[in-house]
């Protein structure tokens, strides 16, 4: 069993930055595939973000490519959205996912789920 906590969210002005973090327990957690999703009002959750178990591939909605970056610390079992020039569409609950695999996985066909942040971009 995994268990994720997504933090770091809040309300900031267009053109501000966040950084999202996602802890996620469990033994073997730290070589999961892990991934950031995110749901507006009346939307379904889209793929914003993956990585791989080891770090070393990752991918990107296209609207945030350029603007957001996707990292992880396996050491603290903890995985990163770094999130640059954020725009008011930018705004959505997000969530954190882990799947036990290697590779990258950008489908929501994730195992394990965090219960989600807020952001929220003012413009």
């Known amino acids: 069993q995994v268990h994720l906590v997504e933090s770091g969210g809040g309300l900031v002005q267009a053109g501000g930055s966040l950084r999202l973090s996602c802890a996620a327990s469990?033994?073997?957690?730290?070589?999961?595939?892990m991934g950031w999703f995110r749901q507006a009002p009346g939307k379904e959750r889209e793929f914003v973000a993956a990585?791989?178990?080891?770090?070393?591939?990752?991918a990107l909605r296209g609207s945030v490519k350029g603007r957001f970056t996707i990292s992880r610390d396996n050491a603290k079992n903890t995985v990163y959205l770094q999130m640059n020039s954020l725009r008011p569409e930018d705004t959505a609950v997000y969530y954190c996912?882990?799947?036990?695999?290697?590779?990258?996985?950008?489908?929501?066909?994730?195992?394990?789920w965090g219960q989600g942040t807020q952001v929220t971009v003012s413009s």
């Open positions: 996912a882990a799947r036990n695999t290697r590779v990258l996985v950008t489908t929501t066909d994730y195992a394990y």
């Open positions: 469990g033994r073997t957690a730290s070589s999961y595939a």
């Open positions: 990585i791989d178990g080891s770090g070393s591939s990752t």
